[in-house]
């Protein structure tokens, strides 16, 4: 293993494994990523896969352009890591619903309906006896739902593998088990410490999730990341109880290959504890079966945690530290990970190469709250 890069990332999730990917496939760097677990064993192994560019962002703003602008990447981008690692994400175009209980929630999306389509983006309203046809195992119980056909799903642990093994493939360097634990400012490039010794790159990416907060501190900069820990389960069934994906207030419903069903997920803000608790399952099935009742027949498979990156106003950081110029961050994508990979791999490749104006991602600037903390 060379102990001197191009570019070294920290974090080998969904994150750092699409900037590895789309910096090989882009540029001649040499380029290494550093996991502190196994690649892809945090947030990316936990989330469901929902490409909710509508479905999770309910006002016009920088993260709505940011992930309306990455969903239309899937597409290619499936072909692509296939033709190259020979992984499938298991991408599906089939839409989403958003469900109402109430006349009070159908109001509510159909006031969303509203504003995507004025939006330039497709959204249905259907009443319950619409849903039905769309999805026969649906509760007749409920007051309708909106569908936004955009919106699909991929499998994100076979996203992030496929963004791993593509960039191996086309000749990036990934050392799992090997934590970051400082860095080294006095030599030529910037050293990052780790169990196996210190490796040098000329220009570094933070991308280690909920962690990342921690090794900005240590260059100097205030950068608050939060975990979020949300946690699910997955249920076997014969035929597939849904097709398309669908969200409720309560839980979301994402159908799988093979007649698999993930139900999530539940938001605990501020811990680490790892643990899925009884309360948490029986909430997400109490939740699913409202609004899917044949979920109840489900066979249990498995459940499971994860810890979401937040910040403070809710957009993820991206851009150049402010102190030292070779040092970049792309972390704090809350819910929206597996979504904002692609666009994330493609602009922090081009702020890393030159070709894209640091000015062009003010509004996700990593030191945008240095100012708060010296207020405070």
Known sequence: MRKHYDVIIIGGGVIGSSIAYFLRRHTPYNVLVLERNKIGS??????????????????????????????????????????????????????????????????????????????????????????????????????????????????????????????????????????????????????VQTSAGTFYGEKLVLASGVWTGRLAAQTGLHMPVFP??????????????????????????????????????TMRTGTYDRKVTAEAVGQLLEGAIKVVPGIRNGEWEKAWSGFRPQTPDGLPYMGKHPNHSNIYFAAGHFRNGILLSPITGQWITELVCGRKEEQSLNEFAPERFVLEQMKG
């Open 228 to 265: 979020v820990k949300g946690e699910c389960l997955s249920l076997n069934f014969m035929e597939p109880v849904i097709t398309s994906s669908i969200i409720s207030k309560d839980c979301y419903l994402v159908p799988k290959q093979g007649g698999r069903l993930v139900i999530g997920a």
């Open 42 to 191: 945090e947030a990316s192994s936990a989330a469901a896969g929902m490409l909710g560019a509508q479905a999770e962002i309910h006002e016009a703003g920088p993260l709505y352009e940011m992930a309306r602008q990455s969903r239309q990447l899937f597409p290619e981008l499936s072909y692509e890591l296939k033709e190259i690692s020979g992984v499938d994400m298991e991408w599906v175009d089939k839409g989403l619903f958003k469900t109402a209980k109430d006349s009070c929630e159908a109001e509510r999306l159909q006031d969303l309906a509203a504003f995507h389509r004025a939006n330039g983006q497709p959204a249905e309203w259907m009443d319950v006896d619409e849903l039905c046809k769309k999805e026969p195992n649906a509760s007749a119980e409920l007051a309708g739902a909106l569908f936004l056909p955009k919106d699909g799903q991929v499998n994100a642990p076979k996203l992030t593998q496929a963004y791993a093994q593509a960039a191996v493939k086309l000749g990036a360097d990934f050392m799992e088990y090997t934590e970051a634990a400082g860095f080294d400012f006095a030599q030529l490039g910037t050293g």
